[in-house]
């Protein structure tokens, strides 16, 4: 299922109340009484950090952060507390780590020049999980490289 990229950008903001939004997320399922238990965000987010980091020094270095990235982009159980229990969501992982918003995570998967980092940099679920000004930056340019991956007949 495609999902909106101006929902997606809206919702980095906050605005979870807006007419006709409700289709692209989750909602959270009644039968589920506790959120974030199975989330990989609280695990994951900050070895995100550190495989970036690597990666950044050293481009042979980047496999196992193109891995962790792509672990956090499920939404497993992951909800965000500021909602209000009436507009809870399930959201990626992903959206659970602060520094990622800024964009310089998204910037180092775009840059991986391994398959695994540009398959993962072209995939769907990458612009599922999209989020904010700086992650939306990277929805046109990831479908861009999918066509590009395509043609080059390097995508499964």
Request: charged share 15%; with cysteine.
């Amino acid at each position: 299922m495609m999902r909106n990229p101006l929902l997606l950008f809206l919702l980095g903001f906050g605005f979870t109340g807006i007419a006709g939004a409700a289709g692209p997320l989750t909602p959270v399922p009644k039968t589920m009484k506790q959120l974030n238990v199975k989330c990989t965000a609280p695990k994951l987010c900050r070895k995100l950090e550190r495989t970036r980091d690597v990666c950044l020094l050293n481009a042979q270095m980047c496999e196992e952060f193109v891995s962790v990235f792509a672990q956090l982009l499920p939404e497993y159980d992951c909800s965000n507390n500021k909602m209000s229990d009436a507009n809870k969501v399930l959201i990626p992982a992903i959206w659970m780590c602060e520094n990622v918003q800024s964009g310089a995570t998204f910037t180092a998967l775009s840059n991986v020049k391994s398959l695994s980092g540009q398959r993962l940099y072209a995939s769907p679920a990458f612009r599922w999980a999209l989020n904010g000004p700086a992650g939306m930056s990277h929805y046109g340019p990831s479908l861009e490289r999918e066509k590009q991956l395509r043609a080059a007949g390097a995508l499964n």
